[in-house]
Every structure is written in structure tokens, then in C-alpha cells.
């Protein structure tokens, strides 16, 4: 196991991972992080673990992973712009990551609408995004990030749909430089997010976007959706081309047709 040092020492951010809590094993990062905001941690505070006992994912879904081969971790923001704003914040964490996986490995990312990251066309990186009102006003997110950094092999219908950088690549990664670049990534993105500008996390998520023109199927909780993923909404909504018109979706499970 890396300590907090280790995984500090590559750092050239000012506020993100400056103050970070490493764990050996924990429930869940996002679930630690929560209670931390909840008693005023600071912005950029991140909760890392080499293991997660009840890791979670979109959809109440468990997120497994091995120990020690993925990037486990949760950052906390305190953003204050305005609440509208607010479902534009899974593309900041998706774009931060993939500038920071491409820098990091040369590789190519793709982003799949809301916030999961494709590499040839497999999933490498899951964010899962929470956050906490007071008086209709933000009063923190955070975003929990688990990235397949060394892994080999992925269990049962995983082995399809999930790749990760050593896979891809070949060769074996220190996770303590990719969190090191990833904080950086997100932290120059963040200066102009702070403030409610999304233009640039905009313009490098589109670059990446995955879905667009594609005929997809989008699942939600009770029914699911076939069309053609049109464009991005401004609030950060999926529009979609389907049989009844164009519509505008907030929730899913993407899929693409082949
Ligand atoms: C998804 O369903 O795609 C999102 C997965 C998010 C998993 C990460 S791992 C670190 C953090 N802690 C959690 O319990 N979940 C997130």
C-alpha cells in the first residue's frame, strides 16, 4: 500500500489532493467523503482506498474492484455558482479525467454520456456524483471516481465491456503518477467551473463524445429508450431523436448499437 506521502509527492496542484485521507481498506469512498463534506472538510480534500468493501456506482449498484489495481477516490467541491448549473458537473470530472489519462498514456479516451470514459470502446473510468442542498443552494458534490489501472483480467460479462490502461497499453502503471495528473487536469479545469463557466469542460467532452448521430437505447428505472443521440441539452441532458419526436433525458444507462 502507497501512504499519503507517496501519493502526494508527484503533486503540482494547489488545493486538489492537498489535503488527502488514504485507506488501506474502507466501506466506500464516496460514503466517507460525504460525512467529511458534512462536517466541512475543505474544497479539494480527496478520501482514496486500495479497496472498497461496498463500493457503489450509479443506479445502486455495487462497484467491485481488486485491491490495489484501480484508482479509488473521492474529491470534494464546493462550487458556488448557481444551481442550474449543477448537472454540468459530471462532464468536468469526465473531461479532468480523460486529459488526464491521455496525457498519462497516450491513449485515446472516449466519453459516454453522462460520465462514464470508454477506451476502444470499453469502459475504463466510473463516476459517480453526489451532492448536498442547503436553502436550494449547493453546498457541496462530491464526485467519486473509480479508474481500471492495472487490472488483468474482469470477472463474468465485465471481460467484454471493461478494459483497463495496462490492458490497453501493455504495461504496468504507477497509480500515484495518474492520480497525481488527474488532480492536475481537474484542477485547471476547475478555476473556470468554479465560477459557472463550462465552456472549456464543454468543448473537451464533445470532442470525446461517443454517442452522437449513434442509434442508441437508453435504460432507465422503468423503461427503455431507442433513438438517436442528437446533441448535448445547456443543463447537461441527452437529447434524443426518438419515434415520438425529439426528447430530452436527465438519467440512464447508454448503450450504442454496433
Ligand atoms: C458507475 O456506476 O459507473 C460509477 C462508479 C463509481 C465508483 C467509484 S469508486 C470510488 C468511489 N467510491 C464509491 O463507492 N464509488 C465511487
Same mark, same amino acid.
Given at each position: 500500500?502507497?501512504?499519503?506521502?507517496?501519493?502526494?509527492?508527484?503533486?503540482?496542484?494547489?488545493?486538489? *489532493?492537498?489535503?488527502?485521507?488514504?485507506? /488501506?481498506?474502507?466501506?466506500?469512498?464516496n460514503?466517507?467523503?460525504?460525512?467529511?463534506?458534512?462536517?466541512?472538510?475543505?474544497?479539494?480534500?480527496?478520501?482514496?482506498?486500495?479497496?472498497?468493501?461496498?463500493g457503489r456506482g450509479r443506479f445502486g449498484r455495487t462497484w467491485?474492484?481488486?485491491?490495489?489495481?484501480?484508482?479509488?477516490?473521492?474529491?470534494?467541491?464546493?462550487?458556488?455558482?448557481?444551481?442550474?448549473? +449543477?448537472?454540468?458537473?459530471p462532464?468536468?470530472a469526465a473531461?479532468?479525467?480523460?486529459?488526464?489519462?491521455?496525457?498519462?498514456? *497516450?491513449?485515446?479516451?472516449?466519453?459516454k454520456w453522462p460520465n462514464d470514459?470508454?477506451?476502444? /470502446?470499453?469502459k475504463?473510468c466510473g463516476i459517480l456524483m453526489e451532492?448536498?442542498?442547503?436553502?436550494?443552494?449547493?453546498?457541496?458534490?462530491?464526485i467519486g471516481i473509480g479508474?481500471?489501472?492495472?487490472?488483468?483480467?474482469?470477472? *463474468?460479462?465485465?471481460?467484454?465491456?471493461?478494459?483497463?490502461?495496462?490492458?490497453?497499453? *501493455?504495461?504496468?502503471?504507477?497509480?500515484?503518477?495518474?492520480?497525481?495528473?488527474?488532480?492536475?487536469?481537474?484542477?485547471?479545469?476547475?478555476?473556470?467551473?468554479?465560477?459557472?463557466?463550462?465552456?472549456?469542460?464543454?468543448?473537451?467532452?464533445?470532442?470525446?463524445?461517443?454517442?452522437?448521430?449513434?442509434?442508441?437505447?437508453?435504460a432507465q428505472t422503468?423503461?427503455? +429508450? /431507442?433513438?438517436?443521440?442528437?446533441?448535448?441539452?445547456?443543463?447537461?441532458?441527452? +437529447?434524443?431523436?426518438?419515434?415520438?419526436?425529439?426528447?430530452?433525458?436527465?438519467a440512464g444507462d447508454v448503450?450504442? /448499437?454496433?
Amino acid at each position: 500500500m502507497h501512504s499519503k506521502e507517496e501519493f502526494q509527492l508527484g503533486l503540482t496542484t494547489e488545493v486538489f *489532493g492537498r489535503s488527502l485521507l488514504v485507506f /488501506e481498506t474502507i466501506d466506500s469512498t464516496n460514503t466517507y467523503a460525504k460525512t467529511l463534506a458534512g462536517k466541512g472538510a475543505e474544497e479539494g480534500t480527496v478520501v482514496l482506498a486500495d479497496s472498497q468493501t461496498s463500493g457503489r456506482g450509479r443506479f445502486g449498484r455495487t462497484w467491485f474492484a481488486e485491491p490495489e489495481d484501480s484508482l479509488l477516490f473521492t474529491i470534494i467541491i464546493r462550487p458556488t455558482f448557481s444551481t442550474d448549473k +449543477i448537472g454540468l458537473l459530471p462532464f468536468f470530472a469526465a473531461a479532468g479525467i480523460a486529459l488526464a489519462v491521455e496525457t498519462a498514456t *497516450g491513449l485515446k479516451c472516449e466519453c459516454k454520456w453522462p460520465n462514464d470514459i470508454l477506451v476502444h /470502446e470499453k469502459k475504463n473510468c466510473g463516476i459517480l456524483m453526489e451532492s448536498s442542498f442547503q436553502n436550494n443552494r449547493l453546498e457541496y458534490a462530491i464526485i467519486g471516481i473509480g479508474l481500471n489501472v492495472n487490472q488483468l483480467n474482469f470477472s *463474468g460479462n465485465l471481460q467484454d465491456r471493461a478494459t483497463s490502461l495496462r490492458k490497453e497499453c *501493455g504495461i504496468e502503471f504507477d497509480r500515484r503518477k495518474i492520480f497525481c495528473q488527474i488532480m492536475s487536469s481537474m484542477e485547471s479545469l476547475y478555476t473556470d467551473v468554479s465560477r459557472g463557466n463550462f465552456d472549456t469542460v464543454l468543448m473537451e467532452w464533445k470532442a470525446r463524445a461517443a454517442i452522437f448521430g449513434k442509434q442508441i437505447r437508453l435504460a432507465q428505472t422503468a423503461n427503455v +429508450i /431507442e433513438g438517436i443521440a442528437v446533441a448535448l441539452a445547456d443543463d447537461g441532458g441527452l +437529447i434524443v431523436k426518438t419515434g415520438s419526436g425529439r426528447r430530452v433525458f436527465h438519467a440512464g444507462d447508454v448503450t450504442m /448499437e454496433q
